[in-house]
């Protein structure tokens, strides 16, 4: 009988790692191509770069992407594998790394926040604060306070054996994480959560009642409604995302949360959410923001060509020459279904091979 339930046992874990294994690289896939287009798209138009906005959006995409790329394989292996094999350093340095980008995608998110309010509450006073050099100073305290409160997480995890087994596991005492765990709540999620509901209330309310009928049908009013729209989301799917990961721990500190089985994979689930909010903000630019649609169409569009024109330069010479002097088939009649050729003067030719070189270029 014992035998026969750890055979069980084991088949079932099998298969819920290959789930997780599985979710986890999807997620992996998602972010790290979504968050890429989206770096590709703001970095390609030196025009949105000077925006305020966008230099925010390309700070919270780089903190999603190092997430995605440090992170995310590490966490995997830790519910698929028995037991952790990348070492001490590693240990200390994913868990580290997972709260840094945490706290430099909330303060990124809080400090949006308060550049929409400014931008669209108060115009005039934030053409002097919304500048470039003023946005660069702005994300430069951001990754300074997430190193500061992410800083005592490098010193969190130990890599330990535990009877037999190498494991990566807190290292802290019960009362010092018990504050660390809390000082994490307060700062990277419940200050910054009031923050944003505050300043988002107040800037809705600004768009929706506190303008005219002239005003309303601006375009850049609406421009401003559209932004604020898609930030208004990607913040509510942050705090979405992130509510079941922070709920876990307070009830393990205050309340009642056994250590089973069930608790495990609900465990496991806040992980796989909040880690899932990552590789949403590219979808939600794509679905609201018409810019960033323009945007991955132009970046798809690039490769494509690219892939054309190698394929063109890597043709034979003859071959080349062949299909710019095969005549369109559209408009003629083909009684054999063979194509007809027809020879091209020698200054249709010139014109042609230009032509096909300022393609090939291009």
């Given at each position: 009988m014992n035998t026969s339930q750890q055979m069980h046992f084991s088949s079932n874990r099998r298969v819920e790692s290959a789930i997780i294994a599985s979710v986890f690289a999807l997620i992996f896939v998602l972010g790290t191509v979504g968050n890429c287009l989206v770096l590709a798209v703001l970095l390609r138009n030196g025009q949105m770069n000077s925006k305020?906005?966008?230099m925010f959006i390309l700070n919270l995409g780089l903190a999603d992407l190092c997430f995605i790329l440090?992170?995310?394989p590490l966490q995997a292996t830790i519910y698929a594998m028995d037991e952790w094999v990348f070492g001490a350093f590693v240990c200390k340095m994913v868990h580290f790394l997972i709260y840094l980008t945490m706290y430099?995608?909330?303060?990124t998110l809080t400090a949006v926040s308060l550049d929409r309010y400014l931008a669209i509450c108060y115009p005039l006073h934030a053409r002097e604060l919304r500048t470039p050099h003023n946005t660069l100073a702005s994300i430069g305290v951001v990754w300074t306070l997430s190193l500061v409160f992410s800083s005592p997480y490098f010193s969190y995890y130990q890599q330990m054996d535990l009877n037999g087994t190498t494991v990566c596991v807190p290292a802290w005492g019960i009362q010092n994480r018990k504050a660390m765990d809390i000082c994490t709540f307060v700062f990277g999620y419940l200050i910054p959560v009031l923050v944003l509901g505050l300043t988002y209330a107040r800037t809705i309310r600004?768009?929706?009642t506190s303008v005219d009928l002239v005003q309303e049908v601006c375009d850049s009013r609406l421009a401003k409604r559209r932004?604020?729209?898609?930030?208004?989301?990607v913040a509510v799917l942050f705090c979405l995302c992130w509510l079941p990961h922070h709920l876990i721990i307070m009830c393990m500190w205050f309340g009642h949360f056994p250590l089973n089985h069930a608790t495990y994979v609900l465990r496991i689930l806040s992980h796989l959410v909040a880690y899932t909010n990552s590789c949403l903000n590219p979808i939600v630019y794509a679905l609201v923001s018409k810019h960033f649609r323009k945007g991955f169409r132009k970046v798809f569009g690039c490769v494509a060509q690219k892939r054309l024109a190698n394929k063109v330069n890597m043709a034979p010479q003859a071959q080349t020459v062949s299909l710019v002097e095969v005549g369109s088939s559209d408009g003629s009649n083909h009684s054999d279904g063979s194509a007809k050729v027809r020879f091209l003067s020698k200054s249709e030719r010139k014109t042609a091979m230009s032509a096909c070189m300022t393609f090939n270029v291009t």
């Open positions: 305020t906005t966008n440090f992170c995310v430099a995608s909330v303060f600004y768009l929706w932004v604020t729209k898609m930030i208004v989301i």
